[in-house]
């Protein structure tokens, strides 16, 4: 059964501060690799996906993230954090076609001082 | 907006109760997937059906049920309520059964018992 590592459990920075986000899952086949936002009271939503192709993948609201198969890991990035950026962030993998459910990680909470 | 639903949004009851959470997919999707997500054990699959049976179980206590209508809309039946069951369930959705697909998330159902 895969598993899902992610580094922080809680990060705080200023506005205009860059973001990463750790992630690392094992898995030994091919895997499909979320990024979800979860902001205060509202529902998880998807910020991006890498199903195959450029590792570096491209999502919404200025985030990407590498996908670094020798590493195992989907560190998510973005370079200029905004106050709005506060929020939960999880990680989650799904091992391949033949698995259907998504194993996320703990979640890193992420504060943004104004 | 997802265009995922789940009713109630809030749930208060007490230990040895039953209820039911509901889920509507996105218009067109065939999945529904169950998701539990509390302090101690972060977010974890539950079940999930793809146009009415059941293709993946996960993480379920033999007290939860599940089950998808001919509309596709899901119910989840919790019984013989514990304090330990207070928590989020979300429900998502998805076109496909797996493969390269993604998993729309709804609103939640936080659910808490007395």
């Known amino acids: 059964a895969q598993s899902v590592s992610q580094h922080n459990h809680h990060v705080i920075l200023s506005e205009a501060a860059s973001l990463e986000l750790g992630c690392n899952y094992s898995?030994?086949?091919?895997?499909?690799l979320f990024w979800y936002v979860q902001y205060p009271g509202q529902h998880l939503q998807l910020l991006l996906k890498?199903?195959?192709?450029?590792?570096l993948v491209k999502g919404i609201k200025g985030f990407e993230a590498e996908f670094i198969k020798s590493k195992f890991s989907f560190n998510l990035r973005k370079p200029s954090v905004q106050w709005s950026d506060t929020a939960e962030y999880f990680c989650?993998?799904?091992?391949?076609?033949?698995?259907?459910?998504?194993?996320f990680g703990a979640g890193t909470t992420v504060t943004v001082r104004a | 907006d997802s265009g995922v639903t789940q009713t109630p949004k809030h749930l208060i009851t007490a230990t040895g109760q039953r209820v039911t959470l509901r889920c509507s997919p996105r218009?067109?999707?065939?999945?529904v997937y169950w998701y539990q997500q509390s302090l101690d054990q972060g977010l974890q699959f539950l079940i999930q059906?793809?146009?009415?049976?059941?293709?993946a179980k996960g993480n379920i206590l033999e007290r939860f049920s599940a089950q998808q209508f001919p509309d596709l809309h899901s119910e989840l039946n919790l019984s013989s309520l514990e304090l330990g069951d207070s928590a989020l369930y979300f429900c998502?959705?998805?076109?496909?059964?797996?493969?390269?697909?993604?998993?729309?998330f709804g609103p939640g159902t936080r659910l808490t018992v007395l």
């Open positions: 989650a993998v799904r091992g391949g076609d033949n698995d259907y459910k998504l194993s």
């Open positions: 898995y030994g086949g091919t895997v499909n």
């Open positions: 059906y793809y146009n009415g049976e059941e293709r």
């Open positions: 890498y199903f195959s192709g450029d590792p």
């Open positions: 998502a959705s998805s076109m496909l059964a797996g493969g390269t697909d993604t998993q729309y």
């Open positions: 218009s067109g999707d065939l999945s």
